[in-house]
């Protein structure tokens, strides 16, 4: 969160409006593709809910302002955004799954190894689902003709100094995990460099630094554990266990039937608490818990888009399109998230369950 705070204070991804802004001079579906790709490669790098909340602002105004006439099409491009931060390719894409992963064993390269196949699967299939559900919208090949706001200066310094701090805490990962250290331990030094760099900014002071951090989403992820831990000891994980014990390890029915109980539970309960019971369940059972819990965090990375109220991203992310005056009910939400992420998990568990074949 910090880190990412003190990247967009910098001006970091002011170079991503800079990028769409240049690409939106061609067909409008060569736009959507560019947008989607930036929303996939943004979420891996840096984390899924900082994509959705900070692209979704920056790209929503750069659609309207560079198709004046045409303000139906910031629907499916707020959509792109939220879509595109789809199965998290790095366990430090989506904070839950780091920990869910660190529980069973999983490090991050072992999580990368298996999870990056699906991760591009699972994109494609999503984009392509999004051609379809907006086909109309996006049917369009007269480029966009607004007002550009014209080239960025140079990047300063200290921007660049961070966003090297960031290309190094990711190139730690994998080293960390071979040596099998813990990948907290990057993210925590990084952040604080990044810190530290970021104020020598005058704008960006310790008060401003720390009001970057949700600390109300720590809180929640905080209770999110206990509620956790006091359904374990009322039952509901062993009766999770149990459903999962129905299927033998490794087979299409087992990767089957985790990714759907989970993307269903996120979707109802939001995708947190089902992680926590995941993690608790799936260690319970005997044998070896990597594919089934792959296969969770699958689910709990895909179900949030079912429904609404699965994530806590979908919903801030509801109320910042509402804010810039897209309005996005729940049923068109369920409708979209169900055509394009029912397809995507399917491909995505099916990819899986044939790296499990491969050994």
């Known amino acids: 969160m910090a880190t990412t705070h003190v990247a967009h204070r910098l001006g970091i991804f002011d170079r991503v409006t800079r990028t769409i802004e240049i690409r939106t001079r061609g067909p409008v579906p060569h736009v959507f593709t560019a947008v989607f790709a930036i929303g996939a490669l943004t979420a891996a790098v840096f984390n899924n809910d900082a994509a959705i909340l900070l ?7 750069v659609i309207a302002r560079m198709y004046p006439r045409r303000q139906y099409l910031r629907v499916p491009f707020a ?22 992963a660190e529980r069973v064993g999983i490090g991050f390269n072992a999580y990368a190894l298996r999870m990056l196949p699906v991760a591009l699967v699972g994109s494609f299939v999503s984009w ?3 051609r379809v559900v907006f086909r109309k919208e996006l049917a369009d090949d007269v480029p966009g003709r607004g007002v550009e706001q014209g080239s960025l200066a140079p990047m300063e310094a200290t921007p660049t100094r961070v966003l090297w701090v960031v290309v190094g805490m990711l190139l730690s990962y994998p080293v960390l995990s071979y040596f099998e250290a813990p990948v907290w331990i990057a993210a925590l030094g990084g952040a604080a460099l990044v810190c530290l760099l970021g104020m020598r900014d005058p704008a960006l002071t310790p008060e401003v630094v720390a009001r970057g951090v949700a600390w109300d989403v720590l809180a929640f992820l905080f ?3 206990l509620t956790a831990l006091g359904l374990q000891n009322v039952g509901i994980t062993r009766a999770i266990a149990s459903v999962y014990g129905t299927a033998h390890g490794g087979t299409l029915s087992e990767i089957a039937l985790v990714g759907t109980v989970s993307s269903a539970g996120s979707a109802l309960m939001n995708n947190h608490p089902m992680a926590m019971l995941n993690a608790l369940a799936l260690t319970a059972l005997p044998g070896d818990a990597t594919w089934r819990t792959l296969a969770a965090l699958v689910g709990g990375d895909l179900g949030p888009r079912l429904l609404p109220m699965g994530s806590l991203a979908g919903l801030l992310w509801m109320d910042v399109t509402r804010r810039m005056g897209v309005e996005i009910s729940a049923r068109q939400f369920i409708r979209v998230g169900v055509t394009v992420a029912v397809p995507a998990l399917a491909a995505s568990l099916a990819t899986l369950w044939f790296e499990r074949l491969l050994g």
Do not use: E, K, R
Request: charged residues 0%; neutral net charge; glycine residues 2%.
């Open 223 to 225: 209770c999110i554990f």
């Open 79 to 100: 959509f792109a955004v939220f879509v595109s931060a789809g199965v998290a390719p790095f366990c430090t894409s989506n904070p839950m799954n780091l920990v869910v």
């Open 128 to 130: 392509a689902m999004m």
């Open 55 to 61: 692209l979704t602002p920056i790209i929503v105004p």
